[in-house]
């Protein structure tokens, strides 16, 4: 009497291996924003998130008077399709493999039009009065700026960083 086992052919093994994804793109993004202040641009971030495919929106140490389900500048209700995480610590949540990236004006900070994305990122923002907490730049495996003559505003920082991420990612994928 035989168990009716048959093993698996190497052809079939094979063309299991061989599978490929069907993801448009490889990685992800995090945006993380460290004690932000005005309702308005955590709004912007929202949308910017949901806009660019962030998987995940961390609110660190952010003003009581912000609710994410209230946001005038979030109209697609960005909180109701991706993570929206409130914590104390950033690194508390982040995930495994992901790599921290300060987005800060630092004389030592790579210029963002030349900065090479990497494939799980998480990319943290400032307060609008102020500058990425020193001990959240010392973790941070990069710190990137956006080359411009001033500061800008935290919503549009955000909007650019995702763009560029996006632009780099699908021009690095088609050549």
């Known amino acids: 009497m035989t168990s009716g086992y048959t093993p698996r052919s190497k052809k079939n093994l094979d063309r299991?291996?061989?599978?490929?994804?069907?993801?448009?793109?490889?990685?992800?993004?995090?945006?993380?924003?460290?004690?932000?202040?005005?309702?308005?641009?955590?709004?912007?971030?929202?949308?910017?998130?949901?806009?660019?495919?962030?998987r995940m929106v961390i609110l660190a140490n952010k003003d009581e008077a912000i609710n994410v389900r209230k946001l005038s500048t979030d109209p697609g209700r960005a909180y109701r399709h991706i993570p929206v995480l409130?914590?104390?610590?950033?690194?508390?949540?982040?995930?495994?493999?992901?790599?921290?990236?300060?987005?800060?004006?630092?004389?030592?900070a790579v210029d963002?039009?030349?900065?090479?994305?990497?494939?799980?990122?998480?990319?943290i923002f400032g307060p609008e009065n102020g500058s990425v907490d020193p001990g959240i730049l010392a973790k941070c495996a990069h710190v990137v700026k956006i080359p411009t003559t001033m500061s800008?505003?935290?919503?549009?920082?955000?909007?650019?960083?995702?763009?560029?991420?996006?632009a780099k990612l699908t021009r690095n994928s088609s050549t």
């Open 86 to 108: 409130e914590v104390q610590d950033i690194f508390d949540v982040l995930p495994q493999d992901c790599v921290p990236i300060a987005v800060e004006l630092t004389d030592q």
């Open 112 to 123: 963002l039009t030349t900065f090479v994305h990497p494939e799980r990122a998480c990319y």
């Open 152 to 166: 800008l505003n935290l919503g549009m920082t955000v909007n650019i960083v995702m763009y560029d991420r996006l």
């Open 16 to 54: 299991r291996v061989k599978r490929k994804s069907t993801l448009t793109q490889r990685g992800f993004a995090c945006i993380a924003l460290d004690r932000p202040k005005d309702g308005v641009n955590v709004g912007h971030t929202l949308r910017a998130a949901l806009g660019f495919t962030a």
